[in-house]
């Protein structure tokens, strides 16, 4: 069975920073994209970033410039460096991870971490 375990959440004040990570375990065929996204609460899920394994990325403009996000593609792990973070920034975060095999697509998410920007 495949999880995506997320640690590096936390509390840290306003221009702090924190860094996501999440690795998968079990078997997963197939990954062609990466990625986190964001609930606030009140709000609906948003993408934060996404990045494909050739390494092209995207950003909501909210985060540009201030987030990074990266991959290592051996481990089926994925992070987000997070800096000059801003209350804004609170949310639970969420990583993804997008497959195909064999025609059928999937979605896996994991269990979300608590990043709250607080000082």
């Known amino acids: 069975q495949v999880q995506l375990v997320e640690s590096g959440g936390g509390l840290v004040q306003p221009g702090g920073s924190l860094r996501l990570s999440c690795a998968a375990s079990g078997d997963i065929f197939g990954i062609y994209a990466m990625g986190w996204y964001r609930q606030a609460p009140g709000k609906q899920r948003e993408l934060v970033a996404t990045?494909?394994?050739?390494?092209?990325?995207n950003y909501v403009d909210s985060v540009k410039g201030r987030f990074t996000i990266s991959r290592d593609n051996t481990k089926n792990t994925v992070y987000l460096q997070m800096n000059s973070l801003k209350p804004e920034d609170t949310a639970v975060y969420y990583c993804?991870?997008?497959?195909?095999?064999?025609?059928?697509?999937?979605?896996?998410w994991g269990q979300g971490t608590q990043v709250t920007v607080s000082s």
């Open positions: 993804n991870f997008k497959s195909t095999a064999f025609s059928i697509q999937r979605d896996y």
């Open positions: 990045i494909t394994i050739s390494g092209s990325t």
